[in-house]
């Protein structure tokens, strides 16, 4: 079945600090790929997706691009600010599983002043 | 838009008791939604996909008749956990795909509830 596989953390930075957080894939068709983001208290959400291979997505100076050959979807984002304290989750969703969500473990990030 | 909300935020009930949990599209209507439980520190798992006017599917491992889905209309889905136990306790979060998106396998997700069992 589908899976991702995310970096365990906590990932602990200073502030302006350059920031990725791996995430890789299997899946038995060709999915669409998300990440997405958990402040503290509150729900998911969407920070950036791409669907197809090559496709980058970026959002709030985040980043991501669609690796179909590493079949990989690494979150990177330059200087990161205390707000970016969060838990980040890989997701993908598979056309041949229903559309699903399928999530990674989740990665937390602590950015210190 | 696409703004998700559940009722209550967190709740807590005795042991053998029933608690509903609801979860609203606000502006746009929504023919699937999904409920997931997140433990603490981990990722999130689905339990059940719920589709309006129809029986919701349920992931295996997942007790059909321990949490009981409902979605009556376009807009609202509830999740009620019967007979809860202290190993019900878990944060339900819900989600909700636009259906009059061309995008329709993004998901919109609410809140969460935090559910606690004594």
């Known amino acids: 079945g589908d899976s991702v596989t995310q970096m365990e953390g906590p990932v602990t930075l200073s502030e302006e600090a350059f920031l990725t957080i791996n995430c890789t894939y299997t899946a038995t068709g060709y999915p669409s790929l998300f990440w997405y983001v958990q402040y503290p208290g509150e729900g998911l959400q969407l920070l950036l997706k791409a669907t197809k291979a090559d496709d980058k997505g970026s959002n709030k100076g985040f980043e991501a691009t669609y690796r179909k050959e590493t079949t990989s979807f690494h979150l990177e984002k330059g200087s990161v600010q205390v707000s970016d304290s969060a838990v980040y989750f890989c997701a993908l969703s598979d056309g041949a599983a229903g559309n699903k969500l399928t999530f990674g473990g989740g990665t937390r990030v602590l950015v210190k002043p | 838009g696409a703004v998700v909300s559940q009722h209550p935020s967190w709740v807590i009930c005795k042991s053998g008791t029933s608690v509903k949990i609801e979860c609203r599209s606000l502006?746009?209507?929504?023919?699937?939604m999904f409920w997931y439980r997140q433990f603490p520190k981990q990722s999130l798992m689905l339990m059940a996909t719920s589709n309006e006017g129809s029986k919701a599917t349920y992931e295996q491992g997942v007790e059909k008749d321990k949490f009981l889905i409902n979605h009556a209309s376009l807009t609202l889905s509830t999740l009620t956990v019967t007979s809860a136990h202290p190993e019900d306790s878990s944060f339900y979060i819900c989600?909700?795909?636009?259906?009059?998106?061309?995008?329709?396998?993004?998901?919109?997700f609410g809140p969460g509830t935090r559910l606690t069992v004594l």
């Open positions: 502006d746009f209507q929504a023919t699937t």
């Open positions: 989600s909700a795909r636009d259906s009059g998106r061309r995008s329709y396998n993004e998901q919109f």
